[in-house]
């Protein structure tokens, strides 16, 4: 069995590259197929990435397997995947779980986008050191009382406690 090189998958019948030539073999996981994809100039990187946007679909369902981890697989290949960009695509800062896109993407660039809850905008606000931006608004953000930014998509029984992690919650306990 081989590893891969795009997903991690590691139950591939032949080494991608392992004779001379590719083996042309389809990965059932990612859908990639080595020695013809690659051939059109799809990169590794660009395949994975827009698999990965896509949500990690199971290629061939047939191999699908059970207990199939999937960030431990990309793990196996020094891929960490965001938890929240697989299903939900959550606000680095305030936790709001509801963004259209990742707040980042793979290569780590800011969406553009304006989060609905705590108004950061993923590219901008964040210039030039993300986690810095990221810590300064979350802070500003919470000690002026958790406002909701943009009032529309403000959901009815929000609760800024329950959106935000314990941690958080514990750094800033005294000011809630
Ligand atoms: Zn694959
Ligand atoms: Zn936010």
């Known amino acids: 069995m081989f590893k891969c090189l795009i ?6 019948e032949m080494e991608p590259y392992g004779k001379e030539y590719p083996s042309g073999e389809v990965c059932s996981c990612c859908g990639f197929q080595f020695g013809e994809d690659d051939d059109k100039g799809i990169s590794h990187e660009g395949w994975r990435e827009s698999w990965i946007k896509k949500g990690c679909p199971f290629w061939y369902m047939p191999d699908f397997l059970e207990n199939w981890n999937l960030e431990e697989q990309l ?3 020094g891929i960490t995947l965001e938890k929240n960009n697989e299903i939900k ?3 680095p800062v305030c936790e709001f779980d509801g963004l259209d896109e990742p707040a980042y993407n793979m290569l780590g660039y800011g969406s553009y986008d ?3 809850c705590c108004g950061f905008q993923f590219g901008l ?3 030039p050191q993300k986690i810095k ?7 500003n953000w919470i000690m002026d009382g958790f406002e ?17 992690s314990a941690l958080v919650n514990q750094q800033y306990e005294n000011h809630q």
């Open 75 to 77: 793990r196996g290949i």
């Open 148 to 164: 909701w930014h943009y009032k529309p998509n403000k959901p009815e029984d929000w609760s800024p406690f329950e959106q935000l």
């Open 133 to 139: 931006g990221i810590k300064k608004w979350r802070e």
């Open 89 to 91: 695509n959550i606000c």
């Open 125 to 127: 606000n964040d210039d």
């Open 7 to 12: 997903c991690g998958f590691n139950k591939l």
């Open 114 to 116: 304006i989060c609905s």
